[in-house]
C-alpha cells in the first residue's frame, strides 16, 4: 500500500476532504437537509409548473392550429345537421386576429424550450413566456366571445352552428391561461429566492417534453395525411387520429375505406401506439423518480414528528401508530443499545409513512380519474343532447373510451363533442398512466403477495414447508416487520460486536493482504492494521456499489449500520457523536421540552455540528438518497482521504484504524500476531453466520 499510485485527481479530491472536510461536511449536511425540506414546499413551483407547462404547451399549440385551419361557422341547410353544414367565410379580421395569436404561442413555447436547454437567459425568456400565452389566451377569448354573439352571425340560430375549430379555440384559451399562471408562479418563487433562476429539469423530464412535441406533430401531420386520402374534414381527420392512435377505435363513419388509406394505416398505427407507449414510460418514470421520492419525503417527516411527540415518559412508550406502541426509554441501557432503539423506531416511521403515501397516492390519483370520467360524461351528455344521450349512457360511453375498449356502438357526433374528446382522451393518458401504477405499488402489490403466500400455504409450499410459511405471515400481521421488544435488543447488543467480526473475516483472502502481513512479520501492527483497513473499505464500496442497483432498495439491519458507521469513525458506541432527539413529553401541560441532551439540529456540546439522531431530520433514514447511497458516499470520502494520508510523509499517522486485525486475534483466541494466519483460524465460521446471515 505504501506504493499506491494515487493520480492528480485523487490527490486533489484528498486535498479537499482533509483540508475543507469539516467545513465541506457542514455545508454538505446543511445542503441535504435544505433539499429534504425545501423542495418539499417549493418542488411544485420549480419543477412541476415548468414541467406541465412544457408538455401542455405544445398541446395548445396544436389546438391553436386546428382553431386557425377551418373556418369558424357553417349553413345548416333545413332538415339537416353539423355533418350536413356548409362552410361560411370568417372575416379577415378573425384569421389575422388568430393568426397573431398563434404566433404569440409559438414564440412563447419556443422561448420556454430555449429557456430549458441554457440558449436564453431566465430573465429574457421567462417574460417572453409568460407574456406570450397570456395575449394567446386574450386574443382568443376575444374571438370566442365575439363568435357567440349576434355580431357573428348571418343566419337565424337554427341555421347556424359553430365549428370544431371554435371550440378548439376555447380549449387552446383555457391551456393558455393555465400554463401562464403556472409559469408566473415559477417566477415568482425563484425572484422570492426559493430555489434558482434556472429550471432543475432531469433528463425524463425533458424527454417527455420532446416526447410530447414528437407526438402532437405526428397526430396532426397523419391527420393531414388522411384528410387528403380520405377526403374528410381536417378536423374531422385530427379526431379519427386521436381515437386510433390511443387505440380506442370507436369507428362511427371515420374509418379507411381507401386501400390508400388502409395500407397507410399499417405504419401510421405502429408508430403512434409506439410513440404512446413512449410516453406513457416517461409520465411512469417521472411519478416514480420525483413524485414518490418527494411524497415519501413529506410523509415520513409528518410521520417523524408525530412519533417524537408521542413519547410518553411515565409508561416508558413511543406511539407509532394508532394502535402500535414500542417500549421507548433509557434506562438501563449502553450508547448501541440506546442508538438501535432509536433506529428500530425510525424503521417503523419509514414503513408507516411509506404505506401511508402508497394509499394516499392511490386516493389521489383514483380521485383524479374518477372525477376525469364523471366530468367528461357530463360534458359529452350536454354536447350530445341531440343524440338524447342521458347521464348513464354518457359514462358508458366514456368509460369504454377510458380503458380503451372502444365498442363503437355509439360515438359523438356533435362538433363540440369532438372536439372536447380529443383533448379529454389526451389528459386521459397520463391520468390513467398515474393510477395504474399507484395500483401497482398497492392493490395489485398486495393481490400478489397473497397469491405467493396462498401457494406457499398449498400447491406451492417453499423449502421451509406450509408450517413456517404460515408463522411468518402470523408474525408479520401480528407484530410488524421490524418489531422488536427492549428485552431481545438487550441481548442483540453482543450480536452487533459479532456482525462486525463475521463482516471483517468476509473480506480475508491471502493474496490481498500481503501488505499487512508484511508489516505484521516485521512488527509493525499500526501499518498492519491500517492496511487491513483500507481494504475492508475498497471491499465495502464495491458491495456497495452493487447494493445500489437493487429494487427495491435494500435496507440494512442495525448491525450492518453499526458495523458500517464504525468504518467511516462513527462508533455507535461513543456518545459525543451522536445527537439524541428533541422529545415534547406527554406529561408536561405546557408541552415542555424535554431535552434528552441536545436537540436534533443544534450542537450536541462539543463543538460538532455533524452529529445526528436516528430520529433527526438528518438521519440516514430520512433523505431522498437510498441507504446505500449514503454509506456508499461516506465510504468514498473515507477511503480517498485514508489514501491521501498514506501518500503524504507530512501527515504521519500514530492513531489506529476503527478496525484492526487485533478484532480477529482477539476472537480467535491467538497470540500469534501474523494475519493470514489468524484470519485462516477465523475464516470458516464466519462465512457460516454470513451465508447464514444472507439467507
Given at each position: ?475 408479520r400481521i401480528r407484530l410488524g416487520k421490524f418489531y422488536k421488544s427492549n428485552d431481545e435488543m438487550i441481548a442483540t447488543s453482543d450480536k452487533s ?117 436516528w430520529l433527526g431530520i438528518r438521519s440516514p433514514l430520512m433523505g431522498n438518497k437510498s441507504e446505500a447511497q449514503w454509506l456508499l458516499e461516506r ?61
Open positions: 500500500m505504501n506504493d499506491l499510485d494515487v493520480d492528480d485527481t485523487m490527490q486533489e479530491a484528498a486535498q479537499d476532504v482533509e483540508h475543507n472536510g469539516d467545513k465541506d461536511g457542514r455545508q454538505e449536511a446543511q445542503e441535504e437537509e435544505n433539499d429534504f425540506l425545501d423542495p418539499n414546499r417549493w418542488w411544485f413551483a420549480s419543477t412541476a409548473c415548468p414541467l406541465i407547462a412544457g408538455t401542455f404547451g405544445p398541446m395548445a399549440n396544436a389546438f391553436s392550429v386546428c382553431a386557425l385551419v377551418e373556418k369558424w361557422r357553417v349553413y345548416i341547410p333545413p332538415g339537416g345537421d353539423e355533418d350536413d353544414g356548409l362552410t361560411v367565410e370568417d372575416p379577415k379580421w378573425l384569421i389575422a386576429i388568430n393568426t397573431v395569436s398563434l404566433v404569440f404561442a409559438l414564440a412563447a413555447n419556443m422561448s420556454l424550450l430555449l429557456n430549458m436547454a441554457q440558449r436564453l437567459s431566465f430573465a429574457i425568456a421567462q417574460p417572453i413566456t409568460i407574456v406570450g400565452w397570456f395575449m394567446s389566451s386574450i386574443l382568443l377569448v376575444v374571438l370566442v366571445a365575439l363568435a357567440s354573439t349576434s355580431i357573428f352571425r348571418t343566419q337565424p340560430d337554427s341555421e347556424h352552428a359553430l365549428t370544431q375549430a371554435f371550440y378548439y379555440g376555447i380549449i387552446a384559451a383555457g391551456l393558455y391561461f393555465i400554463i401562464a399562471s403556472l409559469m408566473v408562479i415559477t417566477v415568482a418563487g425563484a425572484y422570492r429566492g426559493h430555489y434558482p433562476k434556472e429550471f432543475r429539469l432531469t433528463t425524463s423530464q425533458r424527454t417527455l417534453m420532446l416526447q410530447t412535441i414528437g407526438f402532437v406533430v405526428y397526430l396532426l401531420l397523419g391527420a393531414l395525411i388522411f384528410s387528403k386520402v380520405e377526403g374528410w374534414q381536417y378536423l374531422d381527420a385530427v379526431y379519427w387520429a386521436d381515437f386510433t392512435l390511443l387505440t380506442i377505435g370507436i369507428g362511427g363513419k371515420f374509418v379507411p375505406t381507401t386501400h390508400t388509406g388502409r395500407s397507410l394505416l399499417f405504419p401510421f398505427a405502429i408508430g403512434g401506439i409506439i410513440m404512446v407507449g413512449l410516453v406513457v414510460s416517461s409520465v411512469r418514470s417521472l411519478v416514480l423518480e420525483r413524485g414518490k421520492a418527494k411524497l415519501s419525503a413529506r410523509f415520513r417527516e409528518t410521520k417523524r414528528q408525530k412519533v417524537i411527540k408521542s413519547v410518553d415518559m411515565d409508561n416508558r412508550t413511543i406511539r407509532v401508530g394508532i394502535f402500535e406502541k414500542i417500549d421507548f426509554s433509557e434506562k438501563g441501557f449502553s450508547e448501541s443499545q440506546r442508538r438501535e432503539q432509536e433506529f428500530r423506531v425510525m424503521r417503523r416511521v419509514q414503513e408507516k409513512a411509506e404505506r401511508n403515501r402508497r394509499y394516499s397516492a392511490l386516493a389521489i390519483s383514483s380521485a383524479a380519474s374518477i372525477t376525469l370520467w364523471f366530468v367528461g360524461a357530463l360534458v359529452f351528455m350536454k354536447a350530445e343532447q341531440l343524440q338524447g344521450w342521458s347521464y348513464f349512457v354518457s359514462l358508458y360511453f366514456a368509460y369504454t373510451s377510458l380503458l380503451t375498449i372502444g365498442y363503437g356502438d355509439i360515438t359523438v357526433t356533435s362538433n363540440f363533442g369532438k372536439a372536447f374528446f380529443v383533448f379529454w382522451s389526451l389528459l386521459a393518458v397520463p391520468t390513467l398512466t398515474i393510477l395504474i401504477s399507484n395500483m401497482g405499488d398497492t392493490v395489485i402489490k398486495e393481490f400478489k403477495d397473497l397469491t405467493i403466500w396462498i401457494g406457499s400455504l398449498t400447491v406451492l409450499p417453499d423449502e421451509k414447508g406450509v408450517y413456517a410459511a404460515f408463522k411468518v405471515a402470523l408474525k460486536k459479532q456482525t462486525r467480526l463475521d463482516r471483517l473475516a468476509e473480506h480475508v483472502e491471502e493474496n490481498e493482504l500481503v501488505e499487512a502481513e508484511e508489516a505484521g512479520e516485521h512488527g509493525d501492527t499500526l501499518q498492519r492494521d491500517i492496511h487491513f483497513y483500507h481494504f475492508v473499505l475498497a471491499k465495502e464500496i464495491r458491495q456497495l456499489m452493487r447494493d445500489t442497483d437493487v429494487s427495491p432498495p435494500k435496507q440494512y439491519t442495525y448491525q450492518e449500520w453499526s458495523y458500517y458507521l464504525r468504518l467511516i469513525g462513527e462508533d455507535e458506541d461513543d456518545a459525543s457523536r451522536h445527537r439524541k432527539p428533541k422529545i415534547e413529553t406527554k406529561r408536561s401541560k405546557q408541552q415542555e421540552t424535554h431535552n434528552i441532551a441536545a436537540a436534533d439540529g443544534g450542537n450536541n456540546g462539543n463543538g460538532d455540528q455533524l452529529t445526528w439522531s465510504l468514498s470520502e473515507t477511503l480517498v482521504a485514508e489514501m491521501h494520508k498514506m501518500k503524504s510523509p507530512a501527515k504521519e499517522r500514530d492513531e489506529p484504524p476503527p478496525i484492526s486485525m487485533s478484532n480477529l486475534k482477539d476472537r480467535t483466541g491467538s497470540e500469534d500476531s501474523n494475519p493470514t494466519q489468524l484470519l485462516e483460524k477465523g475464516i470458516n465460521s464466519a462465512e457460516v453466520r454470513r451465508r447464514g446471515h444472507a439467507g
